[in-house]
T-cell receptor, first 115, second 113 residues
Framework: KAGVTQTPRYLIKTRGQQVTLSCSPI?????VSWYQQTPGQGLQFLFE???????NKGNFPGRFSGRQFSNSRSEMNVSTLELGDSALYLC??????????????FGPGTRLTVL | AQSVTQLDSHVSVSEGTPVLLRCNYS??????LFWYVQHPNKGLQLLLK??????LVKGINGFEAEFKKSETSFHLTKPSAHMSDAAEYFC???????????FGKGTMLLVSP
């Protein structure tokens, strides 16, 4: 079974631009979560999607948004980029929590650098 | 609310000696607990998980962890370190049955020859 894939792996943007990151979950997984990893703040939860609906959201400004498609693939978007948005963005997929298994499988991440 | 405290930001061991990475948690709910490992420029890999079954959990690559409710701890151990174990390790908690993970700050494990 293929793992979680994220594209692109590396991205360089300038302040004020916007960016879209993509995540394809493991086949059969319907829940996708996004996390931001920075040296200062560590790993922080951004949001979770299931069946094209956002189920949970972390404490991030509205510039961070996401969506999920009918095939469970997910995208996250960051508008009006700031230098502090430079981070590794990790996507994780899992079975729905109703299945009783909340184990998450992580992709390799997208390294975003904002100049 | 839930939180995780990893008691050491860095741990240095020699190859062949035991490893102990310490983690304390706080959770309002019956928790699920995980240890993940992250090698440089890689994503996170699950080492092991506790989900209210056996308190001693065995994971991959010889790692194990013991859930101690009275001490709210979930320390990670390995009898003999290998050079390939050098990486950053994260202790993680979630409310049982819920997807959102709360991560500790991480412990960097350094292994010297």
């Amino acid at each position: 079974k293929a793992g979680v894939t994220q594209t692109p792996r590396y991205l360089i943007k300038t302040r004020g631009q916007q960016v879209t990151l993509s995540c394809s979950p493991i086949s059969g997984h319907r829940s996708v979560s996004w996390y931001q990893q920075t040296p200062g703040q560590g790993l922080q939860f951004l949001f979770e999607y299931f069946s094209e609906t956002q189920r949970n959201k972390g404490n991030f400004p509205g510039r961070f948004s996401g969506r999920q498609f009918s095939n469970s693939r997910s995208e996250m978007n960051v508008s009006t980029l700031e230098l502090g948005d430079s981070a590794l963005y990790l996507c994780a997929s899992s079975q729905p929590r109703e299945f009783g298994n909340n184990e998450q499988f992580f992709g390799p991440g997208t390294r975003l650098t904002v100049l | 609310a839930q939180s995780v405290t990893q008691l050491d930001s860095h741990v240095s061991v020699s190859e062949g000696t035991p490893v102990l990475l310490r983690c304390n948690y706080s959770s309002s709910y019956s928790p699920s607990l995980f240890w993940y490992v992250q090698h440089p420029n890689k994503g996170l890999q699950l080492l092991l998980k506790y989900t209210s079954a056996a308190t001693l959990v065995k994971g991959i690559n010889g790692f194990e962890a013991e859930f101690k409710k009275s001490e709210t701890s979930f320390h990670l151990t390995k009898p003999s370190a290998h050079m390939s174990d050098a990486a950053e390790y994260f202790c993680v908690v979630s409310a049982s049955g819920y997807s959102t993970l709360t991560f500790g700050k991480g412990t960097m494990l350094l292994v010297s020859p």
